[in-house]
């Protein structure tokens, strides 16, 4: 796990908001927001969140758990009902010209002019972040061959391939160095070449400085991606912590064996349960056994020898942190997958 | 992908704001202009839709002045033609409100809305700039018209100041549909809403003194149909132009210049607060 980075922070600026925490490039207190028509846990329900200058964090959740509300009201893009939040030391809904000054935004959808071409979006972006146009045109062209798009600068973006478009897309966003960076859901419906591609690109710019705010729906992209991770259900913070946390939370190593048939099975289940450091979980049908252990090899040998001793030979044998899927299953109360012994 | 990690120095650093207050106003301008730019890069590269949206307005002309126009008579006994061609180059400018709301409505689908509200720019560019885009889209517009009306027979018979004041009057209604067109765009929430409202463009345009002579529809029909903002200025443009008009004398036909000036401020002084409001409050 890498230690969270120190980031160049921001050089003080006048009419800078006072924030409670000088390190944290994202802030938010008690931020709430709800939708006209929508239940309320369809909004924000008194979200917080706090991320270190120069550190990945992951917004983790399901779809409609308020993960793009918060990106849209943290990018000034939507006002918030309640609460307060602060981005690179200003305050959102009162200096929202100065955090705008201050991010970059990727959509969840390529926010990028279908009809102009690569290049033209990118010189037409760099203008509007006041480059001048000859310093424009030479950032676009740096951006196309850094996010290997030369070739395809000329081409309209309507035709581009997703992970193409993904990429212009953050090109875009990049066009200025932007201390904070938010990042809806970078690969949804991306292959995983492409996937590949952009979390290449994110981690190139957290390595360069930059504090990242990511929200996805795939717990394999905050594992690698994010330093910190912050599972959201039903608008707010259900659980935050580095990944490795997250998963020791939820009972920590377990091992895992499979049997040749329902007879080891039932056999097994006394010997298992005297070396589990809490409830088995047991999958009948697939003759899978879940162990939870305090020690982690230690407690295999321990098990392995049990087994031996009542003559019981195991299929497999191994011994595993849970993922961040089971965090996030247990969190959200959905463990129908695992029938209790 | 594998290209070294980039130093940070390399990226130009975001620009900072600056409060002075003719610097803002500057920088609004260049924004603008950029977002111009933009929309006419987009003619570049698709000339077929805007040049379809030139030539309609012509079809039109054809269908109504051809088609239909022979069993047309004009109240005042004047050519069906000339009275045809200022109520046309009036339905232009109804024409170019689904060009605004058409483009208003996608970039908002697609993100790009979004994209600029979070870029450190003029909010008020990007309505600025479209604002100038779309008038220099129905300039054109109106000068294709002429051109094919004068072609087919029809002429001004007033002095040049009047007919000036004439094509004034039709840019300040299409400044007015501006408006309308950018707050239903933003309204709509999708392409699919726009299309409904486009079919509403036809019975607003036959509602009025556009195709024929308020005169001769049923009374209540009629009073709707001279108090519909773009019969002020149909009747208004024939006047400069000195071509036939309806054979009405209510008070609206009578002040038909006043009333192409004060529907359409009317409609800008709803509308472009509304417009404002809803670009700064987006939610989709």
Known sequence: MPAVRRAPTGRPVEGRAKVEDEESAITARDVRKSYPGAPPEAGLNGFDLRVAAGSVCGLLGPN?????????????????????????GFDVRTQGRRVRERIGLVGQYAAVDEILTGRQNLVMFGRLNRLPAPAARRRADELLERFALTGAGTRPVGGYSG??????????????????????????????????????????????????????????????????????????????????????AVGGDRIEIVFSGPADTQAALPVLARA?????????????????????????????????????????????????????????GDDRTEARV | MNAAVQPRSAGPLPARSDDSPPLRFARALADSWTITLRDLTHWARRPGTVVVGWVFPVMIVLI?????????????????????????????????????????????????????????????????????????????????????????????????????????????????????????????????????????????????GIFVDADTMPAWLGAIAEWNPLTATASATRELFANPGMGADSWVEQNAVLMAIVWPVLITAVFLPLSARTFRKLKA
């Open chain 1, 64 to 88: 409609g758990a308020g993960k793009t509300t918060a990106i849209r009201i943290l990018s000034t893009l939507l006002e918030m009902d309640g609460g307060r939040a602060s981005v690179a």
């Open chain 1, 163 to 248: 992970g193409m478009r993904r990429r212009l897309d953050l090109a875009a966003s990049l066009v200025v160095s932007p201390p904070v960076l938010f990042v809806d859901e970078p690969t949804t419906g991306l292959d995983p070449a492409a996937r590949q591609e952009v979390w290449t690109a994110v981690r190139e710019l957290v390595d360069a400085g930059t504090t990242v705010l990511l929200t996805t729906q795939y717990l394999e992209e905050a594992d690698r991606l994010a330093d910190r991770v912050c599972m959201l259900a039903a608008g707010r913070v259900a659980a935050e912590g580095t990944p490795e946390e997250l998963k020791s």
């Open chain 2, 64 to 208: 109504f002045g051809g088609l239909f126009g022979g069993a047309i008579e004009v109240p005042g006994g004047g050519d069906y033609f000339e009275f045809l061609m200022p109520g046309m180059f009036t339905m232009t400018m109804l024409f170019g409100l689904e060009t605004t709301m058409m483009a208003v409505t996608t970039d908002a689908a697609r993100g790009v809305t979004d994209r600029f509200r979070s870029l450190p720019m003029s909010s008020s560019a990007v309505v600025l700039g479209r604002c100038a885009a779309d008038m220099l889209n129905s300039v054109v517009g109106l000068a294709v018209m002429t051109a094919a009306g004068l072609l087919l027979g029809w002429s001004w018979h007033g002095g040049a100041g009047a007919a000036l004041a004439a094509v004034g009057l039709l840019l300040l209604l299409r400044f007015a549909l501006l408006w309308v067109g950018i707050f239903v765009g933003l309204a709509a929430g999708g392409p699919e809403t726009v299309s409904a409202v486009q079919i509403l463009v036809w019975p607003v345009g036959f509602l009025s």
């Open chain 1, 276 to 332: 589990a450091s809490g409830e088995l979980s047991v999958e009948t049908a697939a003759y899978r056994v879940g162990v939870p252990v305090a020690e982690r090899t230690r407690a295999l040998v321990r098990v392995a020898t049990a087994l031996n001793e009542a003559g019981i030979e195991p299929e497999d044998i191994t011994l595993r942190r849970p993922t961040l899927d089971e965090v996030f299953l247990r969190l959200t």
